[in-house]
Each structure stands twice: as C-alpha cells, then as structure tokens.
C-alpha cells in the first residue's frame, strides 16, 4: 500500500507540474520580446512538448502502477522513468536552473522529488 501510495504521488508531481507548463506559455513566450515569428513558434511547441511529455509520463506511472505494479513491465516502467527524470534534472540543472524566474529553478527539484518516489514506489 506505501508502494502505491509514492508511486501515485509521484505521478501526481508529473501530471500538475506538466499541466502547469501549459498554462503560462503564451506569457513565456511574450517574455523572450521581440523574436521572430518562428522562434516564437518554437518556444511555443517546445514549452507545450514538455508539458506533454510530462503529463504522459505520469500517466503511464500511474496506469501501469494501477494495472500490476510488480509487473516486470511496470518495473522496466518505473526505473526509465527515473533514469529519464534525472536526465532532465541535470538538464534542467544547467539550462532553467540559472534562469531568473522562480518555476525554472523548480524543475530539478520537482523531477528529483518524483523520481526518488516512484524509485522508491518500486522497491518497497
């Protein structure tokens, strides 16, 4: 029951801090002033893809979690996902954590905190 219980709450960190990318982007782009047309178009579907991705990703945690969490599918599930978390913590270490804007320096926090629970949704 812990097990499920950090494996959804991970998810949880997913599904709202992907959803919270969606919301803001036409004010982030705004931000980056007078840029072309297309840059414009690529921060859009950058920002939008991240979003996505990250509300994907906990929806998958979430389902294979729901379906059979000691699968060894949803075990192969659950160790991606952190390796692909922590990538983007590093990521996001280099790049948005030297951004001056306060969600930037949230993601690598954000993604480690979700990873750590759903690794340890799956060991326990």
Known sequence: MVNQILLYLGSCFL???GIAHLFPTRSIVAGFGDISPDNKRIITMEWIIEGAALIFIAV???TVTFIDQ??????AVYWLTF????ALSVISLFTGFKVNYLPFKLCPVIFTTASVLILLGSLI
């Not at 000691?70 to 075990?75: E, K, L, P, R």
């Not at 390796?83 to 922590?86: C, D, G, I, R």
Request: charge should be neutral; hydrophobic fraction near 70%; charged fraction near 0%.
């Open 15 to 17: 599904l709202f801090w």
């Open 60 to 62: 998958v945690v979430a």
């Open 70 to 75: 000691s699968s060894a599918v949803s075990q």
């Open 83 to 86: 390796v692909m978390l922590n």
